[in-house]
């Protein structure tokens, strides 16, 4: 099956829509999806940055995601009002691929920017999000009468029950684990070895870089083998500035 790499930010309103076009991908079983989460602008504060401070490019950048994006897709209609900066969510990410959740994860921190308008920079706003993926809420009623232990009760393995209820990312958002650590690393040097440093970029099956609107446009290409979606046109490269440059 053929294979892609894609590099994004949880802040880039592109590397949104590229999120939204691997989640309708990936049931078609055509091609494997690696999401590797960058961070673009690590130098963002961590108490968050009014994105009045930049609302041109933010305006611009958004008017150009609801140009390309597809019918089916919900493109963003405004930034959050304090911009994240995306360590700790960068960092719940990396973790996630460790437990086998990155897919289910990664849209969930997209939505909680760009849907619920959030601000994620702590990892205490972070860690709620892990836990409705991987502890999600469900219903005690049938347990009231029952001599079963609830879900994660009694599991021999207490680290099982801390990563579940959010605890990859320690208090100032960096991943727990060498592992995650370490892939997180190895991703952001792979991205910054590319040139230009733009999110999202692609990487096709044949080791292409696709960066900004060019890979959009592959990912909305694969898309067309199987459905009557058109690809948007495109002759700019936007570098999803809104974050700041990396």
């Not at 494997?32 to 690590?42: F, K, L, S, T």
């Not at 999202?200 to 083998?225: F, S």
Request: net charge neutral; aromatic share 8%; with cysteine.
């Amino acid at each position: 099956m053929p294979r892609l790499i894609v590099y994004g930010d949880f802040n880039c309103p592109y590397s949104y829509l590229a999120s939204q076009r691997v989640d309708a991908l990936l049931p078609l079983g055509r091609v494997e999806v690696d999401w590797r989460a960058v961070e673009h602008a690590p130098g963002l504060s961590m108490t968050g940055t009014p994105a009045s401070a930049n609302r041109e490019t933010w305006n611009r950048e958004l008017a150009e995601v609801s140009v390309f994006a597809l019918p089916t897709e919900q493109p963003p209609v405004a930034p959050p009002r304090l911009i994240s900066n995306t360590l700790a969510a960068t960092s719940a990410y990396t973790e996630a691929v460790s437990d086998g959740v990155q897919d289910e994860l990664r849209p969930a921190l997209f939505e909680a920017i760009w849907v619920r308008q959030r601000h994620i920079s702590s990892a205490y706003d972070v860690r709620p999000i892990i836990t409705s993926v991987t502890y999600p809420r469900y219903s005690i009623l049938p347990y009231l009468s029952s001599e079963l232990p609830l879900p994660g009760l009694g599991d021999p393995d207490p680290m099982h029950m801390i990563r579940a209820l959010g605890g990859t990312i320690a208090p100032n958002g960096i991943a727990v684990t060498t592992t995650g650590w370490c892939r997180g690393r190895r991703w952001r040097q792979e991205w910054l070895a590319l040139a230009p440093h733009v999110v999202p970029t692609v990487i096709d099956p044949t080791g292409a870089a696709l960066p900004g609107v060019r890979g959009l446009a592959y990912l909305a290409r694969l898309l067309t083998e199987s459905t009557t979606h058109r690809t948007p046109t495109a002759t700019v490269q936007p570098a999803c500035e809104g974050g700041g440059k990396a």
